[in-house]
């Protein structure tokens, strides 16, 4: 059974930086993985994702801002997010192979 097990959202004030982790356990290969986001009242979204060879695609909104890594060995992928703003306040869900997703963790910037 996959889990995606997230972690290091919070509150920060604009202009400061988190760290999001997301550690997968269960998985039967290397896929792609990625991060999307859920604002209140609007849809989910893409955020990043990164492929099994360190590929990345970032959206528009966060090109620049945030960076997303992986480390292959740990299962595990990385947002590292700076120069936030009120607009990135969401839940933020990681992604395995377009099929899993974790519980979400919530991130609040404050103006």
């Known amino acids: 059974q996959v889990q995606l097990v997230e972690s290091g959202g919070g509150l920060v004030q604009a202009g400061g930086s988190l760290r999001l982790s997301c550690a997968a356990s269960g998985i039967f290969g290397i896929a792609t993985m990625g991060w999307y986001r859920q604002a209140p009242g609007k849809q989910r979204e893409l955020v990043a994702t990164?492929?099994?060879?360190?590929?990345?695609n970032y959206a528009d909104p966060v090109k620049g801002r945030f960076t997303i890594s992986r480390e292959n060995a740990k299962n595990t992928i990385y947002l590292q997010m700076n120069s936030l703003k009120p607009e990135d306040t969401a839940v933020y869900y990681c992604?395995?192979?377009?099929?899993?997703w974790g519980q979400g963790t919530q991130v609040t910037v404050s103006s």
């Open positions: 992604m395995y192979g377009y099929d899993y």
């Open positions: 990164i492929t099994r060879g360190g590929s990345t």
